[in-house]
Every structure is written in structure tokens, then in C-alpha cells.
């Protein structure tokens, strides 16, 4: 996310493409990113950067934002139409014919979220998608998504100035696992961007 936007001024491409590519070479297996990075520039990047080892490495990116036509986040959208043409565009964008983890980046409060998970799970019989994540997700969402379709990773905020996970109930309520992350958008004070 940083490469694209959030932390300051995005990076140039090129030096960008080095340290993904260097990441890779160094052991990180997994890269995480998300439509609304850039919006869509960070996908693409991970995309070029990793297209050559792809199969050595897992992707991660999420869904669920209204993009408008100048690259303004509009508001929420996880209905089932416009999530499987954001995996569609994700799918070229990241240069590959499948994402090992698909996570609703925020939780749709008018779209039950047994037909985001649905659709998810039909994505994953598809063969477009591997497994299904949350992010900032209520202990509720999570398991209403994990009865349709299990979650198989929830990311939540984690930092350096709180240490505790937001609600850890969930992985063990639900059966899911627990993956930290860092809160940006929703947190503006300079403390929370340096864990990222």
C-alpha cells in the first residue's frame, strides 16, 4: 500500500518493481494489496513485480469499495455483480488466473453478508479464488460469512501503540485465522502510520 499512496507521495515505478521483487528474493511469500490502493495502481505493480514467480508466492487483495470514474472512493459496494467485476479487472491487474486470498476490505451494512460470502464461494468453485478473508470485521459478520463460506483469515488493526488485537474472539468463535494489519484510513494521527 505505501508503493501506491498513504504514506506520502507514491514511489517511483521502477525503484517500486525493486523492492517487491527484492522482498521476494529476500522470503516474503506473501503480498498483500487491495483495488482501492492507488486506487488500482498498487495491483497492478504487485502484478508485474511478482508475474514471473508467481507460483511461488501467494497474493492477497481485497474488495468492497464504490471506485467512481476518477479514482474517487464514493463509498461501499460488495454487491455480488460488482465484486465479481472487481476480481475480474483484480485478476488482470495482478497478472494471474487466481488470488490465494480474497478479503472484504470493509463490511457493506446493506448487503447481507451471506451474499458477499456466497458469492465468494462461488468465485472459489470458479477456480478464481482461493480462500476468503475479512478486514475490520464484527464478530458477527465473521461468523454469519463463516456459515456460508469459511473465513479463512480475518485481518484487524494491530500496532506498535496497541498491542492487543481488537477482538481475537472471533478467530476462535469462528474457526478462522487471525492476521495482523494496520489501520490507516480511519486513523489519522502520525502514531498510527509508523506501524505500518
Not at 505493480?45 to 472512493?73: H, M
Not at 477482538?167 to 474457526?175: E, I, V, Y
Request: aromatic residues 6%; charged residues 20%.
Amino acid at each position: 500500500m505505501g508503493l501506491s499512496l498513504g504514506l506520502g507521495p507514491a514511489t517511483d515505478r521502477t525503484e517500486a518493481l525493486a523492492v517487491v521483487r527484492s522482498a521476494a528474493e529476500r522470503g516474503v511469500t506473501l503480498f498483500d494489496t487491495a483495488e482501492g490502493y492507488g486506487p488500482y495502481t498498487n495491483e497492478g505493480l504487485v502484478g508485474e513485480a511478482l508475474q514471473p514467480i508467481r507460483d511461488g508466492v501467494l497474493v492477497a487483495t481485497k474488495f468492497g469499495f464504490d471506485i467512481n470514474a476518477n479514482g474517487e472512493t464514493v463509498g461501499l459496494s460488495s454487491r455480488p455483480g460488482h465484486l465479481r467485476k472487481v476480481v475480474e479487472a483484480s485478476l488482470r491487474r495482478l497478472r494471474t488466473d487466481h488470488i490465494d486470498v480474497l478479503y472484504q476490505h470493509r463490511v457493506h451494512p446493506d448487503i447481507p453478508m451471506e451474499d458477499v460470502a456466497g458469492t465468494v464461494k462461488e468465485l472459489i468453485a470458479d477456480g478464481k479464488v482461493r480462500h476468503f478473508g475479512l478486514s475490520e470485521a464484527s464478530e458477527t459478520s465473521i461468523c454469519r460469512a463463516h456459515a456460508v463460506q469459511p473465513v479463512a483469515v480475518i485481518q484487524d488493526h494491530y500496532s506498535l501503540w496497541m498491542r492487543e488485537p481488537r477482538s481475537p474472539g472471533p478467530a476462535k468463535g469462528c474457526g478462522s485465522g487471525w492476521s495482523p494489519g494496520v489501520r490507516s484510513a480511519r486513523d489519522s494521527s502520525p502514531a498510527a502510520s509508523l506501524g505500518t
